[in-house]
Structures are given as C-alpha cells and as structure tokens.
C-alpha cells in the first residue's frame, strides 16, 4: 500500500487531497471534484508538467526568447527536455506559437515560442 498527499493543482481550490494505491486499486479522498480524483491518480502513475524555459535568440531586441512546452511532459523527461532546449538558438523574427523544436525526445510535443520578436536588422 502506497499514500501520497498532494494538492490539486487542476483548479483554483487546490484541494488536498489523499491517494492511496492497493493492490492496483486507487483511492482519492480530499478533492471536490472528479477532476482532483484523475490528477490525483494521473500524478501517482504517471507525473507530467509543462517545461517553460528560454532560448538564445540572435538579431532581436532581447538575447532569451520564452518558450514552453505545447503539451505536458513525464516529470522523468524534463532534464533531457531541457539538454536539448539549451542547445538551441534561434533567429529573429519569431511569431508566438512559432515552433523551434518539434517532436522533441519523439514526446510528439513541440517547444513553441511565447512571445513574438521582431529582427533589429
């Protein structure tokens, strides 16, 4: 029998909630909602979390460019998501949502841009 306590992150409430695996069984008391009882169990087997970070960009105003994750990655992931992210550099002029890695780690999650910049050239 595994417990964890945890606090739901799903909504505003953050609800404390209490999951318990038995023999491949879960159960979740604490939330208020039916979305606390599938974090809950999601953060128990399979923890993910989307990666915000910068890049290096050329030729812009700034010389980082924010990014993040499209989608959520397994917690297990981030340190080699971002080995790769600090790899890259980029070049002005970029778009909010413009993709500057695609399907990294074969994740089928891209890295995309969350601001636009323009070129100083």
């Known amino acids: ?3 964890k306590k945890l ?16 023999d491949g069984t879960f159960n979740v008391t604490g939330n208020k909602c039916p979305r606390g009882e599938k974090y809950a169990i999601e ?3 399979n923890p993910t979390r989307v990666v915000p970070t910068t890049v290096v960009i050329k030729n812009a105003s700034l010389s980082r460019l924010p ?3 499209s989608k959520p990655v397994p917690k297990k992931d981030i340190f080699k998501v971002m080995e790769l ?5 980029v ?11 695609e399907n990294i780690l074969g994740l089928n999650v891209n890295i995309v841009a969350t601001r636009s910049m323009k070129s100083v050239i």
């Open 7 to 22: 606090t739901c992150i799903v909504c505003p409430l953050g609800c404390h909630v209490e999951i318990t695996k038995n």
């Open 67 to 69: 990014v993040k994750t």
């Open 43 to 45: 953060e128990m087997t």
């Open 85 to 89: 992210i600090n790899q890259v550099e």
């Open 91 to 101: 070049e002005a002029p970029i778009k909010t949502g413009d993709i500057v890695i």
């Open 1 to 3: 029998m595994e417990t």
